[in-house]
Each structure stands twice: as C-alpha cells, then as structure tokens.
C-alpha cells in the first residue's frame, strides 16, 4: 500500500468505527492459535482507549487480511502506520512462547504497510527460540543503535563510554555532582531525585555499584512523570520514554522490559535490570497503566525548543535540575494521570506502593552505614 503525501494524508485521530476495524486487525495479526489472551486483549482495547479516545471491543475474533488492514491505513502516513505495526509486536512480544505464525502474519502486515521495524526481527528471534540472538538484536534495531559516544555529553562522565550502557564507576566528579543535587531546595526536579536516591539506597553513577550514566537518566523520569520505584512502575516510566521519542526505534525500550519483566524472555537489560516475569499480567490494571503512560508520552513536548519528540534519555537533567517540579512538568508539557490509570493502582515516587520492600530495606542500611537518620520521604511498600 503506497504512502501518502503530507497533502494526501488523513491526520488526526481516527473515528470509533475506524478505531474498532483498527483494533480488530491488530487483534487479528497478535492472536496466538486459541486466541487472545486475557493480557492481550486488555492491552489492545486500553491502547486504544488512551492512543485514540475510542472505546474498542476484540472480544470476538474475526480474520483481517493484510490487504485489509492496509486499505483502512491508505490514507495514514509511515507514523501512524509504524505506530499501527509496533501495537501489534507489543501484544506478541507478551507471549512465551511467541508462536512463529504470529510473527510471520505480523511480518506479513507490516510488507503490506511498508513499515521495517526493527523489533519485527526481535520476535522472529523469540519465535525461533533464539533468545541470545535476540538480545544482540534490541541493541542492533532498536534505540541502542541511535547511540553515540559524543552523546555522553548530556550524562556528564568524564570517562569515554563506548556503548550506550557501559558503566561509569570510576568518576568522583561525576558522583559528586549527583550527590550536590541534595543543597538544592525542596521540591525541585534534582532534589527530588536525590531524595529517590536516599529513599531505595541507590548508588549515584560514577561510583561502585551505580547503574550505567544512561540508564540513570530515567530515574529523573520516575520524578518528572511521578512514577514509584517497582517494577510495575517500570514498565510505565518505559512505555512513557518510548511514546515521547518520535524515532520509531525508541520503542525498543519499551520491548526490552516487557521482555525482561513479562516474559522473561530476556535475562537481562539496559547493563542493569535481570528478568523478573509475570508483572504485566498479574493484574489487569497494569495494562490500564501502561496505556495511560503511553498517552502521556505521546502528548509531551518541550515548551522551550519546541520539539513535539521529547528524548528523555538524552536530556541534560542537570541544567533543569533547579526548576520547580511543576516548571519542570510545564516545561515538556506533561499531562497529568487519567482518573482511570490512578483506579487503577498508579502511584508516585513518595506514596504507599511507591517503593518495594527490597529498595526500603536497601534504603535504610544505607543510611545506617552513613550514620544518618534514614527518612522515605514517604514512600511506603504496598
């Protein structure tokens, strides 16, 4: 199906009846032989929900050829299209095992769009029980692939990184600047993510036991988009990352921890996280959370430049540290929670179910080692 021109092209949200055939085929291209799975379907029809203001139903199945598909989107540019197609690896990469059918049918409508997502190959490894080539694969097509040494700039190392999560764990400086992130006022964007640090015991970058300088770059986001500390946490603040990035390989990051903290299916990631499964399905509302942060993502834009596509990874954090957490909010633009998504078990970085029991008990041997009073800022396990 040729794409359009810019003139051509239909822009806007599609309407429900055009959501519901949408659904339909992206339900169609995920489905495993028995069908949906519960999780599937609860994630296409809060997708859509959130991505389209459209209520959608998948509840029946019925078969939507390629061809199909593709003449509902002959009017929609490539970006709507790679959105369309990413939807679908999204409700396949949540299956283990990812059957080959699935993947060679979402293969099949991708061609028909014209759309190469990299994260395609990604599930042809699942399939294919290739789980090594896989993990070579995330960083080969997806936001890993975007990285360069040059970028490191914004993450503010002293010591030459060669590939996006090498480690910085020899950087005085770099630590220092982290932890002077603790004079500045209350209720500024840096001094909240130092008291993030204090609270769960985490070990600023640029010493022993630090995550990777890039990697430490979403911690800001957990603030910004106030977003607890456990996994379910995660998946939202990586669902929120990846929709903000207009560079369709950005939704590599969001792959990567469904498959670290659904499936299992990878062992490890971002030089960090090791696989943790079964957070996305244990309960129907984390669904209903991560679609709520892809449509907060998807809304944020930096007021100053002017950009619509917002990287959070490559922002430098250290130049906003001091503004206000609500200048810093206003500043991309970041639109608040839906009531829904907060029903549903949403929380922030200083509320009850904010942090996990493993981060407060790390949290306050630190503190015990440093001989201060530990204090949560009111962060509480669930």
Request: glycine residues 10%; charged residues 20%; contains cysteine.
């Given at each position: 199906m040729p794409v359009p021109s810019e003139e051509e092209a239909v822009h806007g949200p599609p309407n429900a009846a055009e959501a519901q055939a949408l659904a339909a085929g992206v339900a169609w291209a995920a489905a495993p032989a028995a069908g949906l799975t519960n999780l599937q379907r609860l994630l296409i029809e809060a997708l859509f929900k959130e991505l389209t203001g459209n209520v959608v139903d998948v509840g029946d199945r019925r078969e939507v050829t390629p061809q199909e598909f593709a003449q509902l989107l002959a009017r929609r540019n490539l970006v709507v299209r790679e959105r369309m197609v990413q939807v679908m690896l999204l409700c396949a990469l949540v299956l283990r095992p990812l059957p080959r059918d699935v993947a060679q049918r979402i293969d099949a409508f991708a061609a028909e769009l014209g759309v190469d997502d990299g994260m395609a190959r990604v599930a042809e490894d699942f399939a294919k029980h290739s789980y090594k080539l896989a993990a070579r694969d995330f960083d080969r097509n997806g936001y890993v692939e975007t990285w360069h040494p040059e970028d490191a700039a914004e993450l503010h190392t002293n010591a030459a990184l060669g590939s996006a999560w090498d480690e910085d764990v020899d950087d005085p400086e770099l630590a220092a600047r982290?932890?002077?992130?603790?004079?500045?006022?209350?209720?500024?964007?840096?001094?909240?993510?130092?008291?993030?640090?204090?609270?769960?015991?985490?070990?600023?970058?640029?010493?022993?036991?630090?995550?990777?300088?890039?990697?430490?770059?979403?911690?800001?986001?957990?603030?910004?988009?106030?977003?607890?500390?456990?996994?379910?946490?995660?998946?939202?603040?990586?669902?929120?990352?990846?929709?903000?990035?207009?560079?369709?390989?950005?939704?590599?990051?969001?792959?990567?921890?469904?498959?670290?903290?659904?499936?299992?299916?990878?062992?490890?990631?971002?030089?960090?996280?090791?696989?943790?499964?079964?957070?996305?399905?244990?309960?129907?509302?984390?669904?209903?959370?991560?679609?709520?942060?892809?449509?907060?993502?998807?809304?944020?834009?930096?007021?100053?430049?002017?950009?619509?596509?917002?990287?959070?990874?490559?922002?430098?954090?250290?130049?906003?540290?001091?503004?206000?957490?609500?200048?810093?909010?206003?500043?991309?633009?970041?639109?608040?929670?839906?009531?829904?998504?907060?029903?549903?078990?949403?929380?922030?970085?200083?509320?009850?179910?904010?942090?996990?029991?493993?981060?407060?008990?790390?949290?306050?041997?630190?503190?015990?080692?440093?001989?201060?009073?530990?204090?949560?800022?009111?962060?509480?396990?669930?």
């Open positions: 982290w932890a002077a992130l603790g004079d500045l006022p209350r209720g500024t964007l840096g001094r909240g993510v130092w008291e993030l640090y204090e609270a769960r015991g985490f070990v600023f970058p640029g010493l022993p036991g630090s995550a990777s300088p890039l990697l430490a770059q979403h911690d800001w986001v957990h603030v910004l988009a106030d977003y607890g500390t456990t996994v379910e946490s995660e998946l939202e603040v990586f669902g929120f990352i990846a929709r903000a990035n207009d560079d369709m390989r950005a939704f590599s990051l969001l792959a990567m921890v469904v498959s670290l903290f659904e499936t299992g299916s990878l062992k490890t990631g971002a030089g960090l996280f090791e696989a943790s499964p079964g957070h996305l399905s244990a309960h129907e509302c984390v669904a209903l959370r991560l679609a709520d942060a892809m449509r907060r993502g998807a809304q944020c834009h930096d007021t100053v430049t002017g950009a619509t596509s917002v990287d959070f990874l490559r922002i430098d954090w250290f130049s906003v540290a001091a503004l206000s957490l609500e200048d810093a909010r206003a500043r991309f633009a970041i639109p608040p929670k839906s009531d829904d998504a907060r029903a549903a078990g949403t929380v922030g970085p200083w509320e009850p179910g904010g942090i996990s029991p493993y981060q407060l008990n790390s949290g306050q041997q630190a503190a015990a080692a440093a001989g201060r009073v530990y204090d949560s800022y009111g962060a509480t396990p669930e």
